[in-house]
Each structure stands twice: as structure tokens, then as C-alpha cells.
């Protein structure tokens, strides 16, 4: 146990070692980033998605148990290995092997996370959002050299000045908080909160256009209360001591959450294609699923380490003031958008001279 307070009462140990333990599970996005490379993304990603979770999970799971097998449960610490296990049963063939399989396996992990970032950085880059010196691709390689130094750097540096404990923990909160903000943009994608006109057809009229309410306004109020709700839920849980009060409270929240999610679902029509009508965004169970992973991701989060939560804090602070300082500026939407608004200024003014 963890702590005195909330679901630490019972399950710290457990809770807190899950949401650690989220660190196992950062490579996964390397496959949505290779999508590029694949022949038909549309089936091969969910397979190696699922495919590679499923592997992790099963090794991770076969680890431990191979330690709890080695060890006495009693006798295991917080720095306690396969190694170390190994060791302590005095078998030294297996300690190497394990040892060599180590080694080669940060390795190919180091590559992996570098590679992943570096595309994500480069697309990043792509859109204006980021300094457009992480998009330069060197003319023979083909590679996007400043990129890879950059990225390379500051990995180096993260693994020299923390220490395991507290890296893995910040890895941990960024693969949650990564998680938190996916499955939110998942709702944000998959509803149509558009501005403008949409086309309606019946016997009478053939092609109609009729204007839009203004959708973009009552989705944000709904989304932002249950955001809210959310997050004074997934402390409640995480925190503070079980009571009938506090579990009064904790169900009016989730029903206050649910209606939010039920009221997005009724209230704002799914995103569509326009040519087909087909669903531009296909997820399922939208938005009650993606409410759900909000909601336990919050729970893992909180139980993390506050001096890691509060570092991790400090660097998303640092990207939203490059956003805010350059990217808002400089990126292809607001580029977008500048050129539209010249070509309409432009045609207004044409059509004024016409008039005069």
C-alpha cells in the first residue's frame, strides 16, 4: 500500500504498480507512426496494434511471476530484477543470458523511441507548429539530420540527469496524459462542430441549404463540464478516504459525466464524409468509451510521483509556450486561414469596384 487515503487503502501497491508500469507500453504509438510504411495501414495497423500489446503484456506478466518464482515474495524490493533473482538463486548461465538479452534490448528500444519521435516531430514540423528547422531533410540521406540531434540530445541528457524511479514515473505520466488527450480528441474528431450550412433534401426541394446552429458552442460547454467532472471524480477516488458522503458524491459525478456524454451523443451529429456519408472518424463506442479510458487514466495518473507529475508539468508548459509563441503564428490552418481571408477581401473588392 501507497497511502491511507481513497482507493489507497486497499489497492495503492497495485494502482500505483499499474500506473508505473505504463512506461512498458510507450513503444506502441511507434506502430501509428510507421503507417507510412505499411501496404494496407487500414488493416495491418490494428493487427500490430493489437498484436504488440498483447505480446508486451504477456511478457511483462511471465516476468513477474518468473521473479515471485525465483524470490520470496517478502524478500522483493523496489529495485528488485529478473537479475537479481537470477542471482540470488545462484544460477549465473541464466544472469548472463537475461543480461545479453538486456543489453541488446535497449538497443533496439533506444531506436525505436528515436525514430517514433522523430516522425512525430517532423510531421509536427510539417504543420508550422514547431521550428521549421526539424523538417530540413538532408538532400543525400534523406534523412532529417537536426531532427535526430536534437532528439538524440535531449534523450541523452534526460537519461543522465534522472534516475530510473523518477524517469520511469514522468515516462509514465506523458504515456497517460498522452492517452488522456487521445481519447478526448477522439470525441472532438468524431462529432461535427462545424460552422456554415448543411445540405438537406426532400420531395419538394430537391437540394436545399439551410444554415447550421451553432453547434461548436454547446459542444464545448458539455465537454468542458464533463472534463470537470472527470477530473474532481478521478481525485475523489484517488485521494480521499471512502464515505458514504464522499461516495455520494463520487456517483452524482459519474452521473454527471454520463449525461454529458449521453447529451453529446444525442445532441451533436456524428462527423460524415461529405461525398459518401460515410463516418470520417471510425471508433467504437464513441463517446462512452473514450469517456471511460479518460477516466482511469486520471485515476493511474494521480498516483504517480508528485515530484515527477509536477516535472512533467513543467515541460508541458514549456510546449505550450513554443505553441503559443510560434506555432498558433506560423501554422498551415492559420496559413489557411490568412489566404482565405485575402482571397475574400480580394473578391469583395473586385465586386465593389464592379459595382462603382
Given at each position: 500500500?501507497?497511502?491511507?487515503?481513497?482507493?489507497?487503502?486497499?489497492?495503492?501497491?497495485i494502482i500505483t504498480g499499474a500506473g508505473t508500469a505504463f512506461f512498458a507500453f510507450v513503444g506502441l504509438e511507434s506502430v501509428v507512426t510507421l503507417a507510412e510504411e505499411a501496404v494496407n495501414p487500414k488493416r495491418d495497423l490494428p493487427r500490430a496494434t493489437c498484436g504488440a500489446f498483447v505480446i508486451v503484456l504477456l511478457l511483462y506478466v511471465l516476468t513477474a511471476f518468473s521473479i515471485a518464482y525465483f524470490q520470496p515474495w517478502y524478500e522483493l524490493g523496489g529495485n528488485t530484477g529478473l537479475i537479481g533473482s537470477l542471482q540470488k538463486r545462484g544460477l549465473?548461465?541464466?544472469?548472463?543470458?537475461?543480461?545479453?538479452?538486456?543489453?541488446?534490448?535497449?538497443?533496439?528500444?533506444?531506436?525505436?523511441?528515436?525514430?517514433?519521435?522523430?516522425?512525430?516531430?517532423?510531421?509536427?514540423?510539417?504543420?508550422?507548429?514547431?521550428?521549421?528547422?526539424?523538417?530540413?531533410?538532408?538532400?543525400?540521406?534523406?534523412?532529417?539530420?537536426?531532427?535526430?540531434?536534437?532528439?538524440?540530445?535531449?534523450?541523452?541528457?534526460?537519461?543522465?540527469?534522472?534516475?530510473?524511479?523518477?524517469?520511469?514515473?514522468?515516462?509514465?505520466?506523458?504515456?497517460?496524459?498522452?492517452?488522456?488527450?487521445?481519447?478526448?480528441?477522439?470525441?472532438?474528431?468524431?462529432?461535427?462542430?462545424?460552422?456554415?450550412?448543411?445540405?438537406?433534401?426532400?420531395?419538394?426541394?430537391?437540394?436545399?441549404?439551410?444554415?447550421?446552429?451553432?453547434?461548436?458552442?454547446?459542444?464545448?460547454?458539455?465537454?468542458?463540464?464533463?472534463?470537470?467532472?472527470?477530473?474532481?471524480?478521478?481525485?475523489?477516488?484517488?485521494?480521499?478516504?471512502?464515505?458514504?458522503?464522499?461516495?455520494?458524491?463520487?456517483?452524482?459525478?459519474?452521473?454527471?459525466?454520463?449525461?454529458?456524454?449521453?447529451?453529446?451523443?444525442?445532441?451533436?451529429?456524428?462527423?460524415?464524409?461529405?461525398?459518401?456519408?460515410?463516418?470520417?472518424?471510425?471508433?467504437?463506442?464513441?463517446?462512452?468509451?473514450?469517456?471511460?479510458?479518460?477516466?482511469?487514466?486520471?485515476?493511474?495518473?494521480?498516483?504517480?510521483?508528485?515530484?515527477?507529475?509536477?516535472?512533467?508539468?513543467?515541460?508541458?508548459?514549456?510546449?505550450?509556450?513554443?505553441?503559443?509563441?510560434?506555432?498558433?503564428?506560423?501554422?498551415?490552418?492559420?496559413?489557411?486561414?490568412?489566404?482565405?481571408?485575402?482571397?475574400?477581401?480580394?473578391?469583395?473588392?473586385?465586386?465593389?469596384?464592379?459595382?462603382?
Amino acid at each position: 500500500s501507497t497511502g491511507s487515503s481513497g482507493i489507497n487503502a486497499e489497492y495503492g501497491g497495485i494502482i500505483t504498480g499499474a500506473g508505473t508500469a505504463f512506461f512498458a507500453f510507450v513503444g506502441l504509438e511507434s506502430v501509428v507512426t510507421l503507417a507510412e510504411e505499411a501496404v494496407n495501414p487500414k488493416r495491418d495497423l490494428p493487427r500490430a496494434t493489437c498484436g504488440a500489446f498483447v505480446i508486451v503484456l504477456l511478457l511483462y506478466v511471465l516476468t513477474a511471476f518468473s521473479i515471485a518464482y525465483f524470490q520470496p515474495w517478502y524478500e522483493l524490493g523496489g529495485n528488485t530484477g529478473l537479475i537479481g533473482s537470477l542471482q540470488k538463486r545462484g544460477l549465473p548461465i541464466p544472469q548472463y543470458i537475461v543480461t545479453a538479452g538486456l543489453i541488446f534490448t535497449v538497443f533496439s528500444c533506444g531506436l525505436c523511441t528515436l525514430t517514433t519521435v522523430v516522425r512525430v516531430l517532423y510531421s509536427i514540423a510539417e504543420d508550422g507548429l514547431i521550428f521549421s528547422f526539424l523538417r530540413t531533410v538532408n538532400k543525400v540521406t534523406q534523412i532529417p539530420v537536426w531532427n535526430v540531434i536534437v532528439c538524440s540530445v535531449v534523450g541523452v541528457l534526460g537519461s543522465i540527469i534522472y534516475d530510473f524511479d523518477t524517469l520511469s514515473h514522468m515516462i509514465s505520466g506523458g504515456t497517460l496524459s498522452v492517452f488522456v488527450i487521445t481519447a478526448l480528441a477522439v470525441i472532438m474528431l468524431s462529432f461535427d462542430v462545424s460552422e456554415g450550412y448543411e445540405s438537406i433534401t426532400t420531395e419538394e426541394t430537391p437540394l436545399t441549404a439551410q444554415p447550421r446552429s451553432d453547434r461548436r458552442a454547446l459542444f464545448g460547454i458539455i465537454l468542458s463540464i464533463f472534463m470537470v467532472a472527470t477530473i474532481i471524480l478521478a481525485a475523489l477516488i484517488a485521494f480521499v478516504p471512502f464515505t458514504t458522503t464522499v461516495i455520494v458524491f463520487e456517483v452524482l459525478l459519474g452521473v454527471v459525466g454520463l449525461a454529458c456524454l449521453v447529451l453529446i451523443r444525442l445532441k451533436i451529429p456524428l462527423k460524415r464524409d461529405e461525398t459518401d456519408g460515410s463516418l470520417s472518424f471510425v471508433s467504437p463506442g464513441k463517446p462512452f468509451v473514450q469517456g471511460l479510458s479518460i477516466l482511469v487514466n486520471l485515476v493511474l495518473l494521480f498516483h504517480l510521483e508528485v515530484k515527477a507529475l509536477l516535472q512533467l508539468a513543467i515541460y508541458c508548459g514549456v510546449g505550450l509556450v513554443i505553441y503559443f509563441g510560434y506555432g498558433i503564428f506560423f501554422s498551415k490552418v492559420t496559413e489557411g486561414k490568412q489566404k482565405a481571408l485575402k482571397k475574400e477581401t480580394s473578391t469583395l473588392g473586385s465586386q465593389e469596384s464592379i459595382a462603382d
